[in-house]
C-alpha cells in the first residue's frame, strides 16, 4: 500500500506541474525535497516518478480516492499533502485554474471527513 499512496501523492503534486506546462527540471528539486520528506525517496526516484506522471496519462480522480482510502480519518497526513500542493502551486506562476483545482482536489480529499 506505501507504494501505491507514494505514487499517487506523486502523481498529485507534480500534477499542478503537467497542468500549467511548467519546467520539469526547475520544478524538479521542490518535487524531489518534498518527496523525500514523507517517503523517503531519493533524488532519482522522485525524479522518475515526476517523469511518468508528466509523460504518461493518468485519471487525478483515482489517485485522489487511493490517498483518500489510505488517509481517510487522517485529517493531518491530508492537509499536509494539500500543504505540498499548495507548495508546487507557489513555486510558479499562479494561475485562476491553479487555484480552482487546489479547491477541487481540496475538497475531494475531505470527502470522506463529512460521512
Given amino acids: 500500500m506505501k507504494d501505491t499512496i507514494k505514487k499517487s501523492v506523486a502523481t498529485l503534486l507534480a500534477h499542478i506541474i503537467k497542468m500549467d506546462k511548467r519546467d520539469i527540471e526547475k520544478n524538479a528539486p521542490l518535487f524531489c525535497k518534498l518527496m523525500k520528506q514523507d517517503f523517503d525517496c531519493d533524488p532519482e526516484e522522485a525524479k522518475k516518478f515526476l517523469h511518468q506522471a ?3 496519462e493518468y485519471d487525478i480522480d483515482e489517485h485522489l480516492e487511493v490517498i483518500n482510502q489510505a488517509l481517510c480519518d487522517d485529517k493531518l497526513s491530508k ?13 510558479g506562476k499562479i494561475s485562476d485554474k491553479d487555484y480552482a483545482e487546489f479547491e477541487r482536489i481540496k475538497n475531494r480529499l475531505f470527502l470522506c471527513d463529512d460521512k
Fill in 54 to 56: 508528466i509523460e504518461e
Fill in 79 to 91: 492537509m499536509r499533502i494539500m500543504d505540498q500542493f499548495n507548495h508546487i502551486i507557489y513555486s
